[in-house]
T-cell receptor, first 114, second 113 residues
Framework: GENVEQHPSTLSVQEGDSAVIKCTYS??????FPWYKQELGKRPQLIID?????GEKKDQRIAVTLNKTAKHFSLHITETQPEDSAVYFC?????????????FGTGTQLKVEL | DTEVTQTPKHLVMGMTNKKSLKCEQH?????MYWYKQKAKKPPELMFV???????INESVPSRFSPECPNSSLLNLHLHALQPEDSALYLC????????????FGPGTRLTVL
């Protein structure tokens, strides 16, 4: 089955700096790569996603890049703010059984310090 | 309505109890999911329903029994659970097919004594 690795497990940055989180996946059948932010005690919420036929996508301070050949994808957050502090999960998805089977990475605890 | 709702928020049960978790969405999604999330870990897929039919069971023990009574509702029936089953149980829904965002509910925090 699919295996998703995520690094780093913790990341501490100063407010205004950039943060980069990297993931790799194993199954070339995965074709959709969402990123979820989960604050303590809350539900995971989608912050950005990318399809396998796209190399890069940007939404304001957040960008995601995908290298299908190397099976790598990364999340870039610029001008970080304290409210960006949370756990971030990457995921790889493939269509299965009429839905999308999401396999999550192990998570990155991002801390933005003042 | 663009939210997935779950009840109850918290549940404490003994190993001999029978309880049910409930999930509801009114976004017209035809795929619904149950995930289990332990502390400081990612969500792990348990079940997928597509058009009210169970399509994926990730080798979940039979003490967890899912049910999809209609396109808006998803239940998870619990019986004879173990303390290691204590976790946050998340429900999610999405449109069917590829590239579709899964919307998560707030979860039920389950404690098995």
């Amino acid at each position: 089955g699919e295996n998703v690795e995520q690094h780093p497990s913790t990341l501490s940055v100063q407010e205004g700096d950039s943060a980069v989180i990297k993931c790799t996946y194993s199954d070339s059948a995965s074709n959709y790569f969402p990123w979820y932010k989960q604050e303590l005690g809350k539900r995971p919420q989608l912050i950005i996603d990318i399809r396998s036929n796209v190399g890069e996508k940007k939404d304001q301070r957040i960008a995601v890049t995908l290298n299908k050949t190397a099976k790598h994808f990364s999340l870039h957050i610029t001008e970080t703010q304290p409210e960006d502090s949370a756990v971030y999960f990457c995921a790889a998805s493939m269509e299965r059984g009429g839905g999308n089977k999401l396999t999550f990475g192990t998570g990155t605890q991002l801390k933005v310090e003042l | 309505d663009t939210e997935v709702t779950q009840t109850p928020k918290h549940l404490v049960m003994g190993m001999t109890n029978k309880k049910s978790l409930k999930c509801e969405q009114h976004m017209g999604h035809r795929a619904m999911y149950w995930y289990k999330q332990k502390a400081k870990k990612p969500p792990e897929l348990m079940f997928v329903y597509s058009y009210e039919k169970l399509s994926i069971n990730e080798s979940v023990p039979s003490r967890f029994s899912p049910e999809c009574p209609n396109s808006s509702l998803l239940n998870l029936h619990l019986h004879a659970l173990q303390p290691e089953d204590s976790a946050l149980y998340l429900c999610a829904s999405s449109h069917s097919g590829s590239y579709n965002e899964q919307f998560f509910g707030p979860g039920t925090r389950l404690t098995v004594l």
